[in-house]
């Protein structure tokens, strides 16, 4: 059993503390917050060890009567990998503590690949990872890029991808983000940065991408145009994407043809947070023609890279060298496809 703990139990740490108690070969000794807020309240009512990752900050917690097992730094010497969740650009500055601490690092997105070292996906590049020491688990736009294209790649090679991103403006849980009445060019050069964060992982593999900010919370929506090697038969294709864990196919003649369609979908399936941790791809949007293939998918920001972290420590503690065993294993436990 390895002791994991989650530095930052916000939007990603909670659910990756989530999906890595319901394995079992992993267990979580300890999350860490900064602010005493309703997610401490509940860490600590969950059961989770609470350490404080700011120790000069001791006092709020006591005001708040919130119960807390030390601060990050008694936190080190109980775990074989953190899990830093912290907002953007922390996490590479972490990285520096976890090396003196002697602790491996799993860092997220928002973290640059040249500051970690090395990145991560189930699918594209799970055995480059065996024994590292710190990794980064890709952005979850540059996930839901990934989970398609490996297995389109796989089948019948690819030439070249475009892509057009349609992103959300915010989490539904943030206030201060945007935009709320207008589309923006995001960034407004092109291309935009998710085609190199995706060779971090297929790293010969030629892609594009443009990105668009929307006033919407729900998901990310992706429309993708991919040269094709030796294009195969359509219905190959969709036989893969099915084959595919963690792709699900959904058609818009049942009801699902939009984000907020495939949210309330997610929402009846009960899952926890009414995550829905697989791609979502339009059935009826794939399409050959002249040998390029067009499809469009939805992603779920908050929840597509949290079974590819749970992979992510079974690579790095090389607990397991199989992607595909740890993959099924991981989905397995948390009940998704
Ligand atoms: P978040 O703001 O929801 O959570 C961050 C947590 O870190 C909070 O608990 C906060 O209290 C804590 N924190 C803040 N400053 C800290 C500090 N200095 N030291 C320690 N803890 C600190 O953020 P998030 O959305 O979970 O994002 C975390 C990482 O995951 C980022 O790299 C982000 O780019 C990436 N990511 C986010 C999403 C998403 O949709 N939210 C998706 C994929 C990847």
Redesign the pocket.
């Known amino acids: 059993m390895k002791n994991v703990g989650i530095?930052?139990?916000?939007?990603?740490?909670?659910r990756v503390a989530d999906a890595v108690s319901c394995q079992d070969d992993m267990q979580i000794v300890g999350v860490?917050?900064?602010?005493p807020?309703f997610?401490?309240y509940l860490a600590v009512e969950k059961g989770f060890p609470l350490y404080i990752?700011?120790p000069e900050r001791e006092g709020l917690f006591e005001e708040a009567g919130i119960k807390v097992t030390g601060t990050?730094d008694d936190l080190y010497s109980k775990i074989d990998v953190m899990v830093?969740?912290?907002?953007?650009?922390?996490?590479a500055?972490?990285k520096e503590v976890y090396d003196d601490m002697g602790v491996k690092g799993i860092?997220?997105?928002?973290?640059k690949h040249e500051q970690i070292g090395k990145s991560f996906n189930s699918f594209s590049n799970y055995k480059d990872n065996l024994g590292a020491d710190f990794v980064r688990?890709v952005?979850?736009n540059t996930?839901g890029l990934c989970r398609t294209l490996k297995p389109i790649d796989d089948l019948c090679g690819i030439k070249k991808v475009r892509a057009v991103m349609v992103r959300?403006g915010a989490?539904p849980?943030?206030i201060k983000s945007g935009p709320i009445n207008a589309i923006v060019p995001n960034p407004p050069t092109v291309p935009s940065h998710h085609g190199p964060d995706v060779q971090t992982v297929m790293y010969d593999l030629d892609i594009t991408t443009i990105a668009l900010l929307v006033p919407t919370t729900l998901m990310h929506q992706h429309n993708l145009m991919v040269e094709l090697e030796t294009p195969p038969a359509l219905d190959d294709v969709i036989d893969t994407l099915e084959a595919t864990p963690r792709v699900l196919l959904v058609e818009a003649e049942k009801g699902l043809g939009s984000t907020a369609e495939i949210m309330e979908y997610a929402r009846d399936l009960g899952r926890p947070r009414s995550d829905l941790n697989e791609i979502a791809v339009w059935k009826e949007s794939l399409n050959i023609k002249d040998g390029e293939l067009f499809y469009m998918q939805a992603i779920h920001?908050?929840s597509?890279?949290v079974p590819e972290n749970v992979d992510c420590i079974r690579a790095m503690l090389e607990m397991e060298d199989d992607p595909a065993k740890s993959i099924e294993k991981t989905n397995k436990n948390m009940g998704i496809n």
């Open positions: 530095n930052g139990y916000g939007t990603i740490g909670k860490t917050k900064r602010t807020d997610e401490a990752s700011a990050i830093d969740c912290t907002p953007g650009g922390i996490g500055k972490n860092f997220q997105g928002g973290e688990v952005s979850c996930t959300r989490d849980g943030q920001q908050e597509d890279v």
